[in-house]
């Protein structure tokens, strides 16, 4: 199972952008790269998901260059609600959604 | 917007009793899931059920759980004789097909004491 790795923790201000990598070198022709946000207390919270290129929607961005051994979450201008542990998971094409979890990365954005 | 519901949102238990933790997915969804967070830990997948089957489990899902579907809306996680490292939240999720967005319940928190 391809394993996914990104910092810990991250540090923002409100109204700035931010971006936080992923790198998932051993990443498999079938894996979507699948980003998810968690609350203190909270279910985890679809983001985005993306296979290659750019993906946007209207929460984030999701950048994946060709070798897709690596991607960027981008948040723009982050408020104090996006306070938040931010995941980056591989989906397998298995058909079932079993998503494996990482540590995430802590997300604190200050005043 | 449809969510997936979770009941109870706190649970304290003694050890060896059973459990039940329920949820209401979304409606139209067809794969159910169990996941379960450690205090301070990582998310872990515990189970996925299908057209009333499991179609996966973890390590984690052994003799002491059970998931069941009732009745066409509910999904349940039984736990048989709780033990104290069982306490942690647990979140429901659903999707309406595999390899797309999951929805999580706002989880259950349970307290084996």
């Known amino acids: 199972l391809a394993k996914t790795t990104q910092p810990i923790s991250m540090d923002s201000y409100e109204g700035q952008e931010v971006n936080i990598t992923c790198s998932h070198n051993?990443?498999?022709?079938?894996?979507?790269i699948t980003w998810y946000q968690q609350f203190p207390s909270q279910g985890p919270r679809f983001i985005i998901q993306?296979?290659?290129t750019k993906v946007t929607n209207e929460v984030a961005s999701l950048f994946i260059p060709a070798d897709r051994k690596s991607s960027t979450l981008s948040l723009p201008r982050v408020s104090l609600s996006d306070t938040a542990v931010y995941y980056c998971?591989?989906?397998?094409?298995?058909?079932?959604?079993?998503?494996?979890f990482g540590t995430g990365t802590r997300l604190l954005v200050s005043p | 917007e449809p969510e997936v519901t979770q009941t109870p949102s706190h649970q304290v238990t003694q050890m060896g009793q059973e459990v039940i933790l329920r949820c209401v997915p979304i409606?139209?969804?067809?794969?159910f899931y169990w996941y379960r967070q450690i205090l301070g830990q990582k998310v872990e997948f515990l189970v996925s059920?299908?057209?009333?089957?499991?179609?996966?489990k973890s390590e984690i899902f052994d003799d002491q759980f059970s998931v069941e579907r009732p009745d066409g809306s509910n999904f349940t996680l039984k736990i048989r004789s709780t033990k104290l490292e069982d306490s942690a939240m647990y979140f429901c999720?659903?999707?309406?097909?595999?390899?797309?967005?999951?929805?999580f319940g706002q989880g259950t928190r349970l307290t084996v004491v």
């Open positions: 999720a659903s999707s309406s097909r595999g390899n797309t967005e999951a929805f």
């Open positions: 051993n990443i498999a022709t079938n894996d979507y």
């Open positions: 993306g296979y290659k």
């Open positions: 998971l591989l989906d397998q094409n298995t058909g079932f959604q079993k998503l494996v």
């Open positions: 409606s139209n969804h067809l794969y």
């Open positions: 059920f299908y057209n009333n089957e499991i179609s996966e």
